[in-house]
């Protein structure tokens, strides 16, 4: 796997980030991982149950992308293609693509990077058709209608998978429908994820055969139970705690101080905050309760919900304003940190310790040092796919900036790292710098390559800022111009139309671009 296909976090660290690397520690972290008993599954979930580099077992269906790929790369030719090596799993996965990966390094000799990359490509081949078959709104009509009709089979599933207080809300208001991971999720945990039982919620498999996919995978090779994919999953899928039953005014869950209302499906902790969600709650109180709803009350409720929707618009922007004060305090005293802060440790993705260069603000601290050498930040960045020479053991998160004078592109590429193994991101370790080192000419076009940057030596800078400037400095110096009808090659997670393989638990790219 690249480093690339990871989860991410927000928000900052509120603990001290952990000092001291230990390599027990990360070893530790790597084989620490939840286990799930498949002996009670339905024989429908194995199918699923498929790690993304075993592509022999891999789930197949008619328009899977993988026999359509074949088609075209074969382009006319009749049987098998031709190899170029003697290893039997590279001559299998060639015949499976049609001799497109073929190489003559055999796949047992590749470094663990790039044969598992490899070893993924009809994975990511199956999971792009069957997001572009896939239906979720469909799935989701189907679910609440199924639900709405009072189906038994519905109902009895719904009851056994945790989701009936989730779904009696939605069935009013289908915009709060949940995630569908949360209710996939739990079919794989209780055994229950059969075609019948799939059918039976969503109408049709297409529909949700890649969350079906991408979930089986995860579960199958689940993330370090200490990084931040492997937090989410141990809540969601290994340990699932009932829902605490919570004040509907305040959120409060001191559990001895809640009292039911008369509907019995909501809670307050005081009559104060009864009364302040009265108005609010009434029309749904009476309707369970079998009460006829006037006009009036319903005018009541939508003037409440007006009301209060212009107050957490009121929030949203001083929440915003805050961060924003927040970032500008950290960037302005990262320059004047103490030397000792170059040695600070935390976790990243695959939970291991490794040095954080930068604070949890990294892009807007990478901008401000690379306006002090003179380079102009252009985009921040989730690279997918990689541009050619860019390491595939790097993140591909980071930030491009420009040099006005001639033109020159280096990308500041970084990894996201959390604070206690959690999922708090508390800072950033610069994977490395890459510059344009060579423009390719193709044809009536001009393309560029990438190549890294040799770090400088480690008693550069009195400080992580210092190091920083001259890391930036160094490679202003290396890079070569670069006119503006190259193509860099760049292509973000988020540009449409350029494929893209799921993380577990959502892309990094929104986080990165509020941090």
């Known amino acids: 796997k690249s480093r690339r296909n990871r989860g991410g976090g927000s928000g900052c660290a509120k603990k001290s980030i952990q000092k001291a690397p230990n390599a027990a520690a990360n070893a530790a972290c790597r084989s620490d991982r939840p286990t799930l008993n498949f002996d009670n599954f339905h024989p429908d979930c194995h199918k699923y149950l498929v790690a993304r580099t075993d592509f022999r077992r891999l789930t197949r269906w008619p328009n899977d992308g993988i026999e359509q790929d074949r088609a075209r790369h074969l382009d ?14 590279q001559i299998a996965l060639a015949e499976l693509l049609a001799g497109y990966i073929c190489s003559e390094t055999p796949l047992a000799d590749m470094d663990k990077t790039r ?189 409440e919900i007006e009301w209060r929707s212009i107050e957490e618009e009121e929030k949203r922007q001083r929440d915003v304003e805050k961060f924003r004060l927040k970032v500008v305090t950290a960037v302005n005293a990262f320059p004047y940190e103490d030397r000792t802060a170059m040695g600070t440790m935390a976790h990243n993705c695959f939970g291991e310790f490794v040095r954080a260069d930068l604070p949890w603000c990294g892009v807007q601290i990478e901008a401000a040092a690379a306006e002090l050498v003179g380079l102009q930040p252009i985009e921040v960045l989730a690279l997918e796919p990689f541009p050619d020479g860019v390491p595939a053991e790097v993140s591909g998160l980071g930030l491009l900036v420009s040099d006005p004078e001639n033109g020159a592109k280096i990308m500041i590429l970084h990894e996201p790292l959390f604070a206690d193994g959690g999922n708090v991101l508390c800072g950033h370790a610069i994977d490395g710098l890459c510059v344009v080192g060579q423009i390719v000419q193709e044809g009536e076009k001009k393309r560029a390559k990438w190549r890294s940057v040799p770090d400088c030596p480690a008693n550069i800078g009195r400080n992580r800022f210092e190091r920083l400037i001259a890391r930036l400095q160094r490679a202003k110096d290396e890079a070569i111009a670069v006119a503006n009808n190259v193509d860099l090659k760049i292509r973000n997670a988020e540009d449409s139309g350029i494929p893209t393989t799921p993380t577990p638990f959502g892309y990094y790219t929104p986080m990165c671009r509020g941090s």
């Open 76 to 89: 006319g030719r009749v049987g098998s293609c031709s190899h170029d090596t003697d290893d039997p799993e």
């Open 115 to 303: 044969r598992e990359l490899l070893l993924s490509l009809p994975f990511i081949v199956q999971i792009k058709a069957a997001d572009d078959q896939g239906d979720p709104a469909a799935a989701i009509e189907h679910f609440l209608e199924a639900y709405r009709s009072k189906d038994e089979a519905v109902r009895s599933l719904v009851e056994r998978i945790g989701c009936k207080g989730m779904l009696h809300k939605a069935a009013r208001d289908p915009s709060r429908f949940p995630d569908l991971r949360v209710i996939i999720f739990p079919l794989f945990r209780l055994g229950l994820a059969s075609d019948a039982n799939v059918i039976l919620l969503f109408g049709d498999i297409s529909r949700v055969r890649a969350l079906l996919i991408e979930v089986g995978c995860i579960i199958i090779q689940p993330p370090p139970a200490r990084s931040p994919a492997g937090w989410a999953m141990q809540k969601q899928v290994f340990a699932p705690k009932a829902k605490a039953k919570r004040c509907a005014e305040c959120g409060s869950t001191e559990q001895d101080a809640l009292m039911a209302c008369a509907c019995k499906a909501t809670y307050y902790c005081s009559e104060a905050c009864q009364r302040a969600n009265l108005a609010l709650h009434k029309p749904e109180c009476c309707t369970m309760r079998g009460i006829p709803v006037s006009d009036r009350m319903r005018a009541k409720a939508a003037r």
